[in-house]
């Protein structure tokens, strides 16, 4: 079955300092990608998707993610990290038929003044 | 404004207790699915459902029931509640039946506990 892993489990960095959260997805036909954030209390938003073609991808919030096929990876970045971007963000994609859905168990990021 | 909604938003219940936890989207969405949250496991799918009459497992169906007789409400049934039912529940909408590009939207949540 596909699934998607998050090697970090929490993150903290600094107000202004760059960021980037990996994401690992398993074997499969190109896959389609999504990164969702959830803030603290609140239900779940979408960052970005990936289905195909440029593989950077530009998302709300200043986000970006680079889909590299070599590394089975979906790593989600920030230049300047800013305090309200203190949540959880999870990767997760499709099944092969689109109705199966699958999420990564998270990485929760904290933002130092 | 469209929207998820849940209800209940907080629930406590005991054990054997059946409940049902309501969902409703008003954006006409085909999709609909049911995800509990767990420290450590991130969202894992309990049933989701492609239209209206068509429902299927997700990857953690045990202990739940869904039904969708009508397109905008996909109740989720516990009949028989049990501790490790204890989570965080949410609902989520998606404008079509494949949710291979499409975005989900997702409701504020449900957290129940299971006494």
């Known amino acids: 079955a596909q699934s998607v892993t998050q090697p970090d489990i929490h993150i903290t960095v600094s107000e202004g300092a760059s960021l980037e959260l990996r994401c690992n997805y398993s074997?499969?036909?190109?896959?389609?990608l999504f990164w969702y954030v959830q803030s603290p209390g609140q239900g779940l938003q979408l960052l970005l998707k990936?289905?195909?073609?440029?593989?950077l991808v530009q998302g709300i919030k200043g986000f970006e993610a680079e889909f590299k096929r070599s590394q089975s990876s979906f790593n989600l970045r920030k230049p300047s990290v800013h305090w309200s971007d203190a949540a959880e963000y999870f990767c997760a994609r499709p099944d092969n038929y689109g109705q199966n859905f699958v999420f990564g168990p998270g990485t929760r990021l904290s933002v130092l003044p | 404004e469209a929207q998820v909604t849940q209800n209940p938003r907080y629930l406590i219940t005991v054990t054997g207790k059946k409940l049902t936890v309501t969902c409703s989207q008003n954006?006409?969405?085909?999709?609909m699915s049911w995800y509990r949250q767990d420290p450590g496991l991130g969202l894992r799918q309990i049933y989701y459902?492609?239209?209206?009459?068509?429902?299927d497992k997700g990857d953690v169906p045990e202990g739940y029931k869904v039904s969708r007789k009508e397109k905008r409400n996909f109740p989720l049934i516990l009949e028989s509640p049990s501790p490790n039912q204890t989570s965080l529940y949410f609902c989520?909408?998606?404008?079509?039946?494949?949710?291979?590009?499409?975005?989900?939207?997702f409701g504020p949540g449900t957290r129940l506990t299971v006494l």
């Open positions: 990936y289905f195909s073609g440029d593989t």
């Open positions: 074997y499969g036909a190109t896959p389609y």
């Open positions: 459902s492609m239209n209206v009459e068509a429902t």
């Open positions: 989520a909408s998606s404008p079509f039946s494949s949710v291979s590009y499409n975005e989900q939207f």
């Open positions: 954006m006409n969405h085909e999709y």
